[in-house]
């Protein structure tokens, strides 16, 4: 069972509303990452968060914002939901960034419906 | 051109064929090159990752790099029922800020 938890499982959010979409990181990881991943396509990556500082990000617009928490788990903000937003996002979480490899966990995602 | 390309299926064989899995890539930076299954509802799970051209096994899985023609390969023996979920290609660079870059995903049936 993984130990990266992702609430909540599933949201249904209106066009221009705000959402926040909560990730709890692996015991002892301080390093959390996140994913969107549209309807058949591959995971792209948002941004990612190493002690409390954002440490790299993706190709997405600044309506979509994080934080990560002292106690390493984070959240991931965003505003002015728009139709395109409709995804499974995905959080990963492991003990600094040595790369993608042992002990980088996936959790199992929220499912964001934007209607 | 897509910096990562995967053909997303479906792909159905029957239990017990091999399965041959593929990406084409086009930046020659890349260093890593991992494969992911994904099961429906779930996150992806990392299977396998290479750094170096050539093959490399683990159990019913082998990877296979070639950095000259920029193509990646997983190859799965003896398939399983449980071996039907999406497979993920996915490269990285190792910069310190730098992201995987992840295929589209192939999805995989395997029909008992």
């Known amino acids: 069972e993984t130990g990266v938890t992702q609430s909540p499982t599933h949201l249904i959010k209106t066009r221009g509303q705000q959402v926040t979409l909560r990730c709890s990181s692996q015991?002892?990881?301080?390093?959390v990452s996140w994913y969107q991943q549209a309807l058949g396509q591959g995971p792209q990556f948002i941004f990612q968060?190493?002690?409390?500082?954002?440490?790299g990000r993706g190709n997405f617009p600044p309506r979509f914002s994080g934080l990560q928490f002292p106690n390493y788990s984070s959240e991931l903000n965003v505003n002015a939901l728009e139709l395109d937003d409709s995804a499974l996002y995905l959080c990963?979480?492991?003990?600094?960034?040595?790369?993608?490899?042992?002990?980088?966990?996936f959790g199992s995602g929220t499912r964001l419906t934007v209607v | 051109q897509k910096e990562v390309e995967q053909d997303p299926g479906p792909l159905s064989v029957p239990e017990g064929a091999i399965v041959s899995l593929n990406c084409t890539y086009s930046?020659?930076?890349?260093?890593?090159f991992m494969w992911y299954r994904q099961y429906s509802r779930k996150g992806p799970e990392l299977l396998m990752y290479?750094?170096?051209?050539g093959n490399k096994e683990d159990g019913r899985f082998t990877a296979q790099v070639d950095k000259s023609s920029k193509y990646i390969s997983l190859f799965i023996r003896d398939s399983q029922p449980s071996d039907s979920a999406t497979y993920l290609c996915?490269?990285?660079?190792?910069?310190?800020?730098?992201?995987?870059?992840f295929g589209k995903g192939t999805r995989l049936h395997i029909l008992p």
């Open positions: 996915a490269m990285i660079m190792m910069n310190r800020d730098d992201k995987i870059i």
């Open positions: 015991s002892g990881h301080n390093t």
């Open positions: 930046n020659s930076a890349f260093q890593y």
């Open positions: 990963a979480s492991s003990l600094g960034w040595a790369g993608p490899f042992d002990g980088y966990t």
């Open positions: 290479t750094y170096s051209s």
């Open positions: 968060y190493y002690r409390e500082e954002e440490n």
